[in-house]
Nanobody, 127 residues
C-alpha cells in the first residue's frame, strides 16, 4: 500500500512559479513510476508529466513542455513538479499517482495505469 500526499499548491500570478511535492509512504516508491495529472472544473482529468523510477526518462503533455519539470528524490520518497511561466489555463487541481513496476525506464500517460493516487492540491493562476 502506498499513500501519497501532494503539497505546494496555491495562488500565483500568471508568469509565476510553483513547485508541487508528492510525498509517498511505503517501500515501493523507489520502484514506481510517478505521474502528474490535473483536472480543471468542468473538464476531464489530463496527463501533465511523468517520470520513470530510474529518473532517467520523463515525458510531458505538449501544453506544459518546456515550462514544467518532473523530478524525484527516491531517498526522500518524494516526487516534484516544478511549474514555471504559469498561465491562467494551468489552473486546476493537481494529482500525483504512482505505478509500481519492475521496469525502471517506463512511465505511463494514462491515468488508469496507475495504482495509487493522492488527494490533490489546488493551483490557481490569476491574470
Amino acid at each position: 500500500q502506498v499513500q501519497l500526499v501532494e503539497s505546494g499548491g496555491g495562488l500565483v500570478q500568471a508568469g509565476g512559479s510553483l513547485r508541487l511535492s508528492c510525498a509517498a509512504s511505503g517501500r515501493t516508491f523507489s520502484r514506481s513510476a510517478v505521474g502528474w495529472f490535473r483536472q480543471a472544473p468542468g473538464k476531464e482529468r489530463e496527463f501533465v508529466g511523468a517520470i520513470s523510477w530510474s529518473a532517467g526518462r520523463t515525458d510531458y503533455t505538449d501544453s506544459v513542455r518546456g515550462r514544467f519539470t518532473v523530478s524525484r528524490d527516491n531517498g526522500k520518497n518524494t516526487a516534484y513538479l516544478k511549474m514555471n511561466s504559469l498561465k491562467v489555463e494551468d489552473t486546476a487541481t493537481y494529482y500525483c499517482a504512482v505505478k509500481v513496476t519492475n521496469y525502471s525506464n517506463l512511465y505511463w500517460r494514462e491515468g488508469q495505469s496507475y495504482d495509487y493516487w493522492g488527494k490533490g492540491t489546488q493551483v490557481t493562476v490569476s491574470s
